[in-house]
């Protein structure tokens, strides 16, 4: 399988999330290349509500437009609720792994399944679990992935909008085929 470079930002606020999304879409990054996760709400809000009407899909709640845009923008989506943390959405290319570790046997080194389909994508073990707890936490990740030149560029506009948070994995190797 081929090797690519994924940048990974962790964001606290929704606003900021949203903003970085919206300057990598102007950039020319599409769903092939982008994730997102987070929490369908923080801590202290109500639950998110979901609701699909032919090929639309609605959030309702605090981060409700923010999730139904990014479905409208990512070919496909995941929403999950993961033990301890709550309901997660998952979108873009995230999602598939994601789902392969819902549907899959039970991690095994104390990943959940949100942290088990990060891992599968070839991002290393530690830093699945770091992101997984960053999740837990009400934080959102933004991930990119694709050769060193685009992910440079990406590093750099997911860095302008503020994440607490922005590693760069060199050379990862999915563990399971993209899809």
């Not at 598939?96 to 991002?123: F, N, R």
């Amino acid at each position: 399988m081929p090797r690519d470079d994924v940048v990974v930002a962790v964001f606290s606020k929704t606003e900021d999330a949203d903003a970085a999304i919206r300057q990598l879409t102007v950039a020319g990054f599409g769903g092939a290349s982008m994730g997102v996760a987070g929490k369908g709400y923080q801590a202290g809000e109500r639950v998110v509500s979901f609701y699909n009407v032919g090929s639309r899909v609605r959030f309702s709640g605090p981060r409700g437009s923010f999730w139904s845009g990014l479905w409208g923008l990512f070919v496909g989506g995941l929403l999950t609720t993961v033990p301890v943390v709550g309901p997660i959405v998952v979108v873009g290319y995230l999602a598939p792994a994601v789902l392969s570790a819902v549907e899959g046997p039970v991690p095994d080194g104390g990943l959940g399944m949100v942290g088990a389909g990060i891992h599968a994508l070839g991002i290393p073990r530690d830093s699945a679990s770091e992101y997984e707890a960053a999740l837990g936490a009400d934080g959102l990740l933004v991930m990119v992935r694709g050769d060193a030149a685009e992910i440079g560029r990406a590093g750099a506009l997911l860095a302008a909008a503020n994440p607490g948070r922005l590693d760069w994995h060199a050379g990862v190797r999915a563990l399971i085929p993209a899809i």
